[in-house]
């Protein structure tokens, strides 16, 4: 027997207002519930998704800053969010969520369109606007084409053990303020050189004074000529410290990658984690083959969306790994 039931419309929610800290409770209920119902809708029913680390949530409200928005209901409750960040003129947006049943409701579009219009203003804007989804989500990508955003290549995580390398790890975090201060504008100078536009110092400080992990150097002699700024505290909260997480990774030319992967799984070791995860990005063929013949296993795939108009261009030279995920 089937009961009838009045219908009621959604009542309209209001933001966006910004995300503080306080929110990371409720944030954390919308993320799991809403992810949890994308993995049943693709046919995935019984997976959980665990909250994220609050720290790591902590991480995503400041590193957005003013981009980190929250719309909510008549009732004051959470509906929506956008984590809406911005790296010079590289923009991206995640994580973001709409409530379960405010889905198919137009709550999504005013969301990500007010991410968007974020994006676009302010001073010079954002060149780059991006973000990332599950490939085998047909509907999250027909969404995201229907405001403009175009599938580009994969995104594929892939994990190597940690080992034990030849010397210690040269980290920011572990110099004196003066010459942390002096090193940041090196990683700054190099990064401008690699890919002029881009600036990884909030993220990379942010790690620092959140201690969620450190940012790994890397020389030629007394030349710098890479970083990896990495993330070692857990993902999902309550677990241990099982990866290593590349968030950004540049290098002055690709020849220095094999010293690189040689660091940074020396890091891990160092660090107490079993393994470094990279997040390749499908324009580095090069690099997705030097892991996997170094025995990587692949782990995940995100496709990278990108604003029409609004696209990455790979470096003419060096090597640029830029996370679109916290």
């Not at 990658?257 to 324009?283: H, N, P």
């Not at 013949?293 to 790979?314: F, I, K, N, P, Q």
């Amino acid at each position: 027997m089937v009961s009838a039931r009045t219908w009621k419309p959604l009542a309209q929610i209001e933001g966006p207002y910004r995300a503080r800290v306080e929110d990371i409770t409720e944030l954390n209920g919308v993320f799991s519930d809403a992810f949890t119902e994308r993995y049943r809708r693709d046919g995935m029913v019984g997976v959980r998704v665990p909250n994220l680390n609050p720290q790591v949530w902590r991480y995503a409200i400041e590193d957005a800053a003013d981009g980190a928005m929250i719309w909510r209901d008549g009732r004051g409750e959470i509906a929506g969010f956008n984590m809406v960040h911005r790296s010079g003129v590289e923009g991206w947006m995640g994580p973001l969520a709409v409530r379960t049943e405010y889905q198919g409701s137009g709550a999504g579009k005013e969301i990500v369109e007010r991410g968007v219009s974020w994006l676009r203003s302010g001073g010079a804007g954002a060149r780059v606007i991006g973000l990332e989804t599950m490939p085998r989500t047909m509907d999250n990508i027909g969404f995201y084409s229907g405001l403009g955003f175009i599938p580009g290549k994969l995104t594929i995580t892939l994990t190597l053990d940690a080992a034990s390398g030849d010397r210690a790890p040269e980290l920011l975090g572990r110099m004196s303020v003066r010459d942390r201060d002096d090193e940041l504008l090196g990683v700054q100078a190099l990064v401008s050189r690699v890919a002029p536009g881009y600036d990884f110092r909030r993220e990379i400080e942010l790690t620092e004074s959140l201690s969620l992990g450190d940012t790994v150097l890397f020389r030629d002699g007394s030349t710098l000529v890479g970083f990896a700024l990495c993330h070692t505290a857990p993902l999902v909260e309550g677990r241990t410290r099982e990866e290593l997480r590349v968030l950004k990774l540049v290098l002055a030319r690709e020849a220095s990658f094999d010293a690189m992967i040689r660091t940074l799984c020396d890091y891990a070791k160092r660090s107490g984690t079993r393994r470094v995860a990279w997040r390749v990005q499908g324009e580095y063929a090069a690099m997705y083959q030097k892991l996997v013949a170094m025995g990587a296993r692949v782990r995940w795939t995100d496709l990278r969306m990108a604003l029409d108009g609004y696209a990455e261009s790979a470096p003419t030279r060096g090597i640029l790994l830029s996370n679109w995920e916290i």
